[in-house]
C-alpha cells in the first residue's frame, strides 16, 4: 500500500514562494513518474507538473512554466514543487500523485495524496 502525504502549504502573498514536500511510504516510487496537480474551488483537477522515475524529463502546465519547478530525491522517497512568483489564481489544493509506469507524465496516475491547501493573497 502507497501513501503519499504532502506538506509544505500555506498562505503566502502574491509574488512569493512556497515549496511544497510529498513524502511516499508503504513502497519506494524510485521507478514510478509523479506528479503535482492542483484543483481550485469549482474547477477540474489539473496536472501542474510531472517528473519521471529518474528525473531527467519533467513536464509543467503552460500555467506553471518559468515559475514552478518539480523534482524529487530517490533516496528520500520524496517529490517536491518550489513555487515562486506566485499569483492569486495559484490557489488551490495541491496533490501529489505517482503513477505506476516510470514515464507516464502524463498519467494515468494510480496514488494520490490528500492535499494540501496553497492560498495567495493579492
Known amino acids: 500500500q502507497v501513501q503519499l502525504v504532502e506538506s509544505g502549504g500555506g498562505l503566502v502573498q502574491a509574488g512569493g514562494s512556497l515549496r511544497l514536500s510529498c513524502a511516499a511510504s508503504?513502497?519506494?516510487?524510485?521507478?514510478?513518474?509523479m506528479g503535482w496537480f492542483r484543483q481550485a474551488p469549482g474547477k477540474e483537477r489539473a496536472l501542474v507538473a510531472a517528473?519521471?522515475?529518474?528525473?531527467?524529463?519533467?513536464y509543467y502546465a503552460n500555467s506553471a512554466k518559468g515559475r514552478f519547478t518539480i523534482s524529487r530525491d530517490n533516496s528520500k522517497n520524496t517529490m517536491y514543487l518550489q513555487m515562486d512568483s506566485l499569483k492569486p489564481e495559484d490557489t488551490a489544493v495541491y496533490y501529489c500523485?505517482?503513477?505506476?509506469?516510470?514515464?507516464?507524465?502524463?498519467?494515468?496516475?494510480?496514488?494520490w495524496g490528500q492535499g494540501t491547501q496553497v492560498t495567495v493573497s493579492s
Open positions: 508503504g513502497r519506494t516510487l524510485s521507478s514510478n513518474a
Open positions: 500523485a505517482a503513477s505506476a509506469r516510470p514515464s507516464a507524465l502524463l498519467g494515468p496516475y494510480d496514488y
Open positions: 517528473i519521471t522515475w529518474t528525473g531527467d524529463n519533467t
